[in-house]
């Protein structure tokens, strides 16, 4: 089986920056596509940024102010927000897919159990 851990979240201030980080791990791990979603209360999960093998892809509404970046080795995605507004607040959940579209769609085979991002105004 393949476990993914988040790490990162935390209290911030609106203005200020956060790294996501989530490292996989799992003999049966094959890099293919990582990336994150979020939640907040009272709503839908929504598609935040992913990463594959060739492209990054982000959502509207971080694209201009989230960096997403892979590390083979150690099997890790990282996700630099900056800015972060009040609007950010969610649990913040990585998956993994063998391809991007299902991870970008929200059918990733694999997810964390979440880390919390709470931006205060």
């Known amino acids: 089986q393949v476990q993914l851990a988040e790490s990162g979240g935390g209290l911030v201030q609106a203005g200020d920056s956060l790294t996501l980080s989530c490292a996989a791990s799992?003999?049966?791990?094959?890099?293919?596509?990582m990336g994150w979603f979020r939640q907040a209360p009272g709503k839908q999960r929504e598609f935040v940024a992913a990463?594959?093998?060739?492209?990054?892809y982000y959502a509207d509404s971080v694209k201009d102010r989230s960096t997403i970046s892979r590390d083979a080795v150690r099997n890790t995605v990282t996700l630099v927000m900056n800015h972060l507004k009040p609007d950010d607040t969610a649990v913040y959940y990585c998956?993994?897919?063998?391809?991007?579209?299902?991870?970008?769609?929200?059918?990733?085979?694999?997810w964390g159990q979440g880390t919390q991002v709470t931006v205060s105004s």
């Open positions: 998956t993994a897919d063998p391809n991007i579209y299902f991870a970008v769609k929200g059918n990733g085979t694999y």
């Open positions: 799992g003999r049966t791990f094959t890099w293919g596509a």
């Open positions: 990463i594959s093998s060739a492209n990054p």
